[in-house]
């Protein structure tokens, strides 16, 4: 029999305990006590629910709660007849099964919720705090100051490197306030992680100087390396809020991961900016006698074929022989004066003319010359 069951059946015998001749006081206090058993077994679930997604699980004493109903049955005096208190205690017995039963199931809920909690709980959980953090004044302070240490430290002008010591000075920061201790602790020998943020030039006398690594093997579990920026992975974030969050400093540690990531993740957008414009900057100028209208055309047409890509470059399967003859065609199209210079020089790549004469030689033109002869066709 479940629990709903049981509390229907508890109901039904305890009305027929008011029909019969009691005082009025006695039939008010099964009234309530119906009440609260139904209540209490229609919002435990709830509760238990609403407890895993906040910052700290609510302190909800349930065995002190069935404890009190029990109580009030037991203190339950009718003195009307000796049937009347046999049928108390009965009832009495049957509500301590169904609020035991009670007891066990939201134990056993809360146990797997503990312990297999859903990855996208775990996920609001983070979003949820994150958006709480930036709607606070500290994400606009932060924001601000960064705008101030453009201004102030790089003239408002940062270079990249500029911006990855921020990041690396925040991430520090956010060592040395202990958001990560938990993990840290449990940390024996930290993994490097070559290519990533390097703590090595370090002072010899900075606090962090022998414990850098180990905070950041404890950061990387949280987050992902990705275009050379540090991403939060929500999942693993939130999972690693919840298990923290009975630790002594859990807000302030919660708090310190949210802020100094922000300021990670402010640094990186900028970092994000400065190698979209360097790679701007860097997209291959095309010397003057290759950037003219015709020359364009004819680009556009070897993108099309496969041979280009969209900054000039050779794709990967283009062959050096299939570059010495784009070359070639290319500059009699043009009417260049120098054939051979312009190209290597934009291809990093020599001796085209070797190439040219070899092809000469055996007379066997290179693959797809035919599609090269079709771009440069009029």
Known sequence: MNTKEILNCLFSD??????????????????????????????????????????????????????????????????????????VREQTQSVNEALGLLSGTLADVDMQLSRHHRDEEYARLYEQEKRRYLSSGTASRAKRKFEEWKDLECNGQPQLEHVEDYRTEKLLHMFEKGALASSV?????????????????????????????????????????????????PVRAGRHFYACRKDANAKANRTNFLKYMHKVELAQEEMRGLLAAQEEGERCTLPDVLATGPAMKYWLRLQASGFVDETYQL??????????????????????????????????????????????????PPARADEIDAVFAE
């Open 185 to 233: 602790e449990h940390i024996q020998r930290a993994k490097r992680y070559a290519g990533e943020v390097d703590f090595d030039q370090l002072d010899d006398d900075h606090p962090l100087k022998k414990t850098a690594h180990k905070h950041y093997a404890a950061l990387r579990k949280l987050v992902d390396f990705r275009d050379g920026c540090l991403v939060v992975d």
């Open 315 to 364: 794709l990967p399967d283009t062959t050096r022989k299939q570059a010495m003859y784009i070359a070639d065609v290319f500059s009699e199209r043009l009417q260049m004066r120098s054939k051979w210079k312009a190209f290597q020089n934009l291809w990093g790549i020599n001796n085209l003319a070797q190439e040219k004469w070899e092809m000469q030689e055996t007379g066997k």
């Open 14 to 87: 305890i009305e027929k305990v008011k029909n019969r001749a009691v005082s009025a006081g006695t039939k008010f206090r099964l009234m309530a006590l119906v009440a609260d058993i139904a209540e209490v077994a229609e919002g435990l679930q709830q509760e238990v629910l609403q407890r895993v997604s906040q910052e700290a699980a609510v302190d909800v004493d349930v065995d002190t709660d069935f404890a009190l109903l029990a109580e009030q049955v037991l203190a339950m005096e009718l003195a009307e007849t000796a049937d009347a208190e046999a049928v």
